[in-house]
């Protein structure tokens, strides 16, 4: 099964005809339509979509679940946004947003290994995992944004027992006590062409925390250095101007890339995604950028251009 949003509802026929601007299509797991940012969502659902293996979900943004069942109880604390259990969905130009949990307030993955792009988290809670937690689980992140999640252990994202692989990803004004950015417990993970700056943590790893983990991270921007349990190759710790979530093009939020960002021209092109998460193509200056937003070519010129000027 294959379910496509962002149609107008009486002329779209073509996936090339969908507009994410004009016809935004929201699954709400808000039943009184009375949501007050996590207040009066006592009757909401606990997951708004749960997914299977095949299944494709494309062009929607999900928001109001409520999985509050508890922290240890199974089902109803897993995934306020999308419950995988044993499962593989392909989940593409999706916006997860205002949905909260026990685990994973935007997405829960138990045994399940999903195919993530051109994804945002963003303004997700839980005790574990704010936007995502993958339980033995080994999903496949291109092109995702984690923004202004929240959890008491990893903000952004936390695995435990599992293999996710990121490319072209970005982390940014997340928080957590513990794993502002990421926490990680006896997992193993490639991270590649990422940013992980602006995360926050009271306790320990404000961008990443290993806990018996291990991280192979490489061509990236990481704040304050290689985390601690890391294996790190060609990390780049100077600022990457990273702008506010919002509206740049495609389906879903991204956080642009500022003039002078250390992000700009510095990806191994071998490794990069054909193209952001906006759609734009890949590279569109003599490198890649990091992280999911590509800078346009004339932006990159005056970036680069602008210092010859005025000298």
Known sequence: MALYGCFDGTTGTAREQRNPTANVTTLSGDFNGDDAGFTNNSENVYHVVTG?????LD???ITSGNANIGFNLLYG???GGMYNNSSSPTVTNVIFSGNMGGVGGG???VSSSPTLTNVTFSGNSAEGGGGMYNQDSNPTLTNVTFSGNWANSGG???NALGSPMLTNVTFSSNSAISGGGMYNYRSSLQIRNTILWGNTASST???IYNNSSTSDVSYSVVQGGCPAGSTCTNIITSDPRLG???NYGGFTQTIPLLPGSSAINTVNDATCAATDQRGVI???GAHCDIGAFEVLSDTKVFTIFLPLILH
Do not use: D, E, I, V
């Open 205 to 207: 790893g404000a961008q």
């Open 52 to 56: 299977a293996t095949g299944a494709t």
């Open 156 to 158: 952004g994202m936390y």
């Open 59 to 61: 062009g929607f943004t």
């Open 77 to 79: 604390s897993y995934g």
């Open 107 to 109: 997405m829960s993955n």
């Open 282 to 284: 890949r590279p569109q």
């Open 244 to 246: 506010a979530l919002g």
